[in-house]
């Protein structure tokens, strides 16, 4: 029998995820959640959401895996190429020119396929320079992918050629990232709803992130990811994300999923 998680219900199970896992459902979509707890609910055989809150109250295993599906950790190098092409040609020397070090955060970082693609860029376009390079996110087996940097192949699909031959060695089907890439980067747990945001950035990219939020939450994060930015510093949504009233955050939209800080 397939279980049925009416509102009423989903009131309930997100207090207590909240209380069990840290993670507030009131800031996501209710609809897409609502459907994936149904699915995820109706997959483990469990009957009633009751029932599945005291399993994860009590099993640290259950409680991460289901943290992993929730959050949706999809993700990929050179992931949309373009932007990462204008990322890599046009926004980045830019910065380079006006800044010589960077400070650049991947907000929903992931399993570190995007920071780890900035920090490539960045050691070819500044070769012996030393930025700082911040990956987080809520989901710490994610973070734990992210630092050992073992990848499958699917997930370098995108990336140029050159950048893969040249920063990855291939162990049997798997692909490891050159170490000197990874000591580029600082990964950190951060829940982007509760924890403060340090300040100074000359890039942001939260990408394939706000997707999951309601529209408030949106335009409240981006005010402050906004706020993180220096003036003139880079603001980098996802392809399904454009900012619906980027002014108000003090936004300019300069190019397809790149703003601008006033
Ligand atoms: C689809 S992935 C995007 C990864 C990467 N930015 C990209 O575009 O390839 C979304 C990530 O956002 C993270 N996330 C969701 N809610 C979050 C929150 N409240 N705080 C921090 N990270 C969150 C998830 O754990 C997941 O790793």
């Given at each position: ?35 994936r707890i149904?699915q995820w609910?109706?997959r483990t ?17 259950e409680?991460g895996k289901f943290t992993e599906y929730l959050t949706i950790n ?65 989901d710490?087996g ?121």
């Amino acid at each position: 029998m397939s279980v049925i998680l009416t509102d009423a219900d989903y009131e309930v199970f997100k207090r207590g995820l909240k209380d069990t896992i840290g993670l507030d459902l009131n800031h996501y979509k209710q609809q897409q959640m609502q459907r994936r707890i149904n699915q995820w609910l109706d997959r483990t055989g469990v009957k009633t959401y009751r029932e599945y809150l005291k399993i994860l109250q009590s099993n640290g295993e259950e409680r991460g895996k289901f943290t992993e599906y929730l959050t949706i950790n999809t993700s990929q190098f050179y992931r949309d190429v373009s932007v990462f092409k204008e990322i890599e040609e046009k926004v980045l020397p830019d910065l380079l020119k006006r800044y010589r070090r960077l400070k650049i955060w991947s907000a929903g970082a992931s399993i570190g396929a995007e920071v780890y693609t900035i920090a490539m860029i960045l050691a070819e376009l500044s070769p012996g320079m030393t930025h700082t390079l911040l990956g987080t996110d809520f989901d710490v087996g994610a973070l734990a992918k992210a630092k050992e940097a073992v990848y499958g192949e699917n997930l370098l699909n995108t990336l140029p050629r050159m950048y893969k031959d040249k920063y990855f060695q291939k162990e049997d089907d798997l692909f490891k990232l050159d170490d000197n890439i990874k000591r580029r980067v600082r990964l950190q747990r951060h829940n982007l709803l509760e924890d403060p945001y340090d300040t100074g950035f000359h890039m942001i990219l939260c990408r394939n992130v706000f997707i999951y939020f309601t529209p408030e939450t949106q335009a409240a994060l981006t005010a402050k990811f906004s706020e993180s930015l220096v003036p003139g510093g880079i603001f980098v949504v996802g392809s399904a994300e454009n900012l619906m009233a980027p002014e108000a955050a003090n936004l300019k939209r300069v190019s397809y999923c790149i703003y601008q800080r006033d």
